[in-house]
């Protein structure tokens, strides 16, 4: 069983940037293909930016794209999401998510880590 911890959430101020960072455990990381999702108040959890299990492949949202990039260290079991200039609309509880299938961790992945807040101020 995959278990997922992220940490890196927090305040921070619109036009900042920051880290998350996921760390897994209870399988063969670098045999999955990792993923960042997000879900705001009211709102559908969405995805943000996907990995594949060697790295060579990612995928960014529209939202997120040229402001963010998700990397991985398979020897550390982490994956990670930078993003910068943030907006007050990235505020959300971000969920790392791993499956074995790159395409399928986009939409339906297996496992889930319990979340992180992120609050961008104005």
């Known amino acids: 069983q995959v278990q997922l911890v992220e940490s890196g959430g927090g305040l921070v101020q619109a036009g900042g940037s920051l880290r998350l960072t996921c760390t897994a455990s209870?399988?063969?990381?670098?045999?999955?293909?990792m993923g960042w999702f997000r879900q705001a108040p009211g709102k559908e959890r969405d995805i943000v930016a996907a990995?594949?299990?060697?790295?060579?492949?990612?995928y960014y949202a529209d939202s997120v794209q040229g402001r963010s990039t998700i990397s991985r260290d398979n020897a550390r079991d982490t994956v990670y999401l930078e993003m910068s200039s943030l907006k007050p609309e990235d505020t959300a509880v971000y969920y790392c998510?791993?499956?074995?299938?790159?395409?399928?961790?986009?939409?339906?992945?297996?496992?889930w880590g319990q979340g992180t807040q992120v609050t961008v101020s104005s």
């Open positions: 990995i594949s299990w060697g790295g060579l492949t990612t």
């Open positions: 998510a791993a499956h074995v299938n790159y395409a399928i961790v986009q939409r339906a992945p297996n496992y």
């Open positions: 209870g399988g063969t990381f670098s045999r999955l293909a």
